[in-house]
């Protein structure tokens, strides 16, 4: 069993940052693949970022690649997203994951085994 706790979340105006926090406890946090996903009102959920539970490997979405970065360190227990240059179209729920299995980068929610319970992020224009 993993729990998992986000935080960072906030109102920002377009072309600010934010960095996301995601704290983990319970088993070992160092043997999961985590991802951070997000959901926008009447939307449904959608992949952001994943990073091998190795640390070796990321992925991004189209959307936010060159300008969201995922990271990990292993001892705090703690998955990061920083997020530069928002735009009110990132403006959702935002959820971290976490997923066993060898070190990959799932994209697909249903490959995850835990969720927390979301932080909200608003981007004003």
């Known amino acids: 069993q993993v729990q998992l706790v986000e935080s960072g979340g906030g109102l920002v105006q377009a072309g600010g940052s934010l960095r996301l926090s995601c704290a983990a406890s319970g088993r070992t946090f160092s043997t999961y693949n985590m991802g951070w996903f997000r959901q926008a009102p009447g939307k449904e959920r959608e992949f952001v970022a994943a990073i091998s539970w190795s640390g070796g490997r990321t992925n991004y979405a189209d959307s936010v690649k060159g300008r969201f970065t995922i990271s990990r360190d292993t001892g705090k227990n703690t998955l990061y997203l920083q997020m530069n240059s928002l735009k009110p179209e990132d403006t959702a729920v935002y959820y971290c994951?976490?997923?066993?299995?060898?070190?990959?980068?799932?994209?697909?929610?249903?490959?995850?085994?835990?969720w927390g319970q979301g932080t909200r992020v608003t981007v004003s224009s």
């Open positions: 994951a976490a997923a066993g299995g060898p070190p990959t980068v799932p994209l697909k929610s249903l490959l995850y085994d835990y």
